[in-house]
């Protein structure tokens, strides 16, 4: 793993470790498409990836899934987990600090601008095959 990526999936880890402890969201709303829009990680490897990582809160079951069709990326779970612990504890600590509607705001944006941005890009996939 070159330091680019190293760095790109802390990155993604600490983001979604935030926004998971600011407003409650960060697994596949944030990482999976984090994961392919940034390391070009595949839709089907990103959310194997996402689950790994949150494989101790969430459930063996479906990783075991994603692993057996090889679908997760151990690695890079193994660095955003480090990094999604430490961006849960400062992402919850700023959300306790605020307005809890100015929370409730950031969460609706957050998933307003990530529906949007998978609407056009599948929409324009779509219409260029």
Known sequence: MDAQTLITLLLIGAAAGCLSGFIGIGGGLLIVPALMYFTGTTQMAAQGTSLALMLPPIGALAVMNYWQAGEVDVRAAGVMVFAFVFGGYFGSRFALSLDPLKVRLAFGLVMLFVAI???????????ES
């Open 117 to 127: 941005r998978m609407v056009v890009q599948t929409s324009r996939t779509l219409w």
